[in-house]
């Protein structure tokens, strides 16, 4: 079965005013599905690789015959990263995680501020296109990690928790080139009951 673009969870508008409505309707209708598009267009002529998952796909991407390879890492890692990016939202949320996360968090970088300022200079670090994560190792350990364009974090084999995509086509349209404020903004509409889930896995 070819991969398929997955349904936004909640309407266009459910993310306003942090994140507007035709940024949703281009972002998901346009390059998530383009992602999606091109995925199965390189993978079309090795069907086996439909058998996989895409998180196995990216992590042995050595594995990928060398004439689709690129296309797969890029695309296959827009695409992983998307349903990523749509899953981790919803209206009336932010706030902080709690539990097992709030305690490995603060273990890890020595608060939820301090956590959060880290994330960001991550995020501005990204040189051009790019993501900023918050990833786990095989272990649990948390750490952050910047990856450019879609580098995927499973092909180093790290699992992602939470992303921000600092693409410009996530927020060029509201944001402009105010980077910082779209990254201030984000934190407004994470569900945390989904980062501590993938957290717990």
């Not at 079965?1 to 309407?11: G, H, R, S, T, V």
């Not at 079309?44 to 050595?62: A, H, Q, R, T």
């Not at 695409?79 to 097992?100: R, T, V």
């Amino acid at each position: 079965m070819a991969f398929e673009l997955p349904k936004l969870p909640y309407d266009y508008n459910a993310l306003e005013p942090y994140m507007d409505t035709k940024t949703m309707e281009v972002h998901h209708d346009k390059h998530h599905a383009g992602y999606t598009k091109k995925l199965n267009a390189a993978l079309e002529n090795n069907p086996e690789f439909y058998e996989k998952s895409i998180v196995e796909i990216l992590g042995d991407l050595d594995a990928i015959p060398e004439n689709i390879r690129t296309a797969v890492r890029n695309n296959g890692g827009g695409y992983y990263h998307h349903n990523i990016w749509w899953e981790q939202f919803g209206s009336d949320k932010g706030g902080e995680p709690a539990g097992e996360l709030s305690k490995a968090i603060n273990s890890t970088f020595g608060s939820f501020e301090a956590f959060r300022e880290q994330f960001k200079i991550t995020a501005l670090g990204v040189f051009g296109s790019g993501w900023a994560w918050l990833v786990k190792d095989k272990n649990g350990k948390l750490s952050l990690l910047g990856t450019p364009n879609q580098d995927s974090p499973a092909t180093l084999g790290f699992e992602p928790l939470l992303g921000i995509d600092v693409w410009e086509h996530s927020y060029y349209l509201k944001y402009q080139n105010r980077r910082n404020e779209f990254i201030d903004n984000f934190w407004e509409v994470i569900d945390w009951d989904v980062i501590a889930a993938r957290f717990a896995k």
